[in-house]
T-cell receptor, first 111, second 113 residues
């Protein structure tokens, strides 16, 4: 069945350093979504990518969708302590089906 | 709007007991789903519904039942709780199918002893 793998599982950075998490699917995706979950909270939607090669930015966050629509990345420039949390990607196969989440990347930021 | 609400927030069950986790949304969303979150496993889809009267299985449906008699409510039933079902459970909803932004509830932390 469809699988979505996300790496790394954990990332510890110094405040001001950059951070990237990668998402890879075993099947071609119709779209990919990204969510952020603060410690003790619930996942909150960040963005959705739909087009092959799409790049979207939200302030210091840059999201990319691969040309083959099987991988995606989230890059944070100059991390801040407010970026702490777990970042999840979630993809839906282009053959229909369910939205499948990756395992998440837990980001910690040292001041 | 209250968004997506879940009750209870915490629950402790003994092995073999049954219970229902409640989920409700007031956004008139067609799509609702249940996830469980375990350390290192991410969010795994249990069951989902694309509209009232329609439900389907997700990645890990065994041991759980759902029904969708109204657009607003999507309860999750544990028929005979097992320690392996100790987890945090999240309900989510979106406008239509899963290609839309999902709104998550605050979660229910369940412990089965």
């Amino acid at each position: 069945g469809q699988q979505v793998m996300q790496i790394p599982q954990y990332q510890h950075v110094q405040e001001g350093e950059d951070f990237t998490t990668y998402c890879n699917s075993s099947t071609t995706l119709s779209n990919i979504q990204w969510y952020k979950q603060r410690p003790g909270g619930h996942p909150v939607f960040l963005i959705q990518l739909v087009k092959s090669g799409e790049v979207k930015k939200q302030k210091r966050l840059t999201f990319q969708f691969g040309e083959a629509k099987k991988n995606s990345s989230l890059h944070i420039t100059a991390t801040q302590t407010t970026d702490v949390g777990t970042y999840f990607c979630a993809g839906r196969s282009n053959q229909g089906g369910k939205l499948i989440f990756g395992q998440g990347t837990e980001l910690s930021v040292k001041p | 709007n209250a968004g997506v609400t879940q009750t209870p927030k915490f629950q402790v069950l003994k092995t073999g007991q049954s219970m229902t986790l409640q989920c409700a949304q007031d956004m008139n969303h067609e799509y609702m789903s249940w996830y469980r979150q375990d350390p290192g496993m991410g969010l795994r889809l249990i069951h989902y519904s694309v509209g009232a009267g329609i439900t389907d299985q997700g990645e890990v449906p065994n041991g759980y039942n759902v029904s969708r008699s109204t657009t607003e409510d999507f309860p999750l039933r544990l028929l005979s709780a097992a320690p392996s079902q100790t987890s945090v459970y999240f309900c989510a909803s979106s406008y239509q199918y899963s290609s839309y932004e999902q709104y998550f509830g605050p979660g229910t932390r369940l412990t089965v002893t």
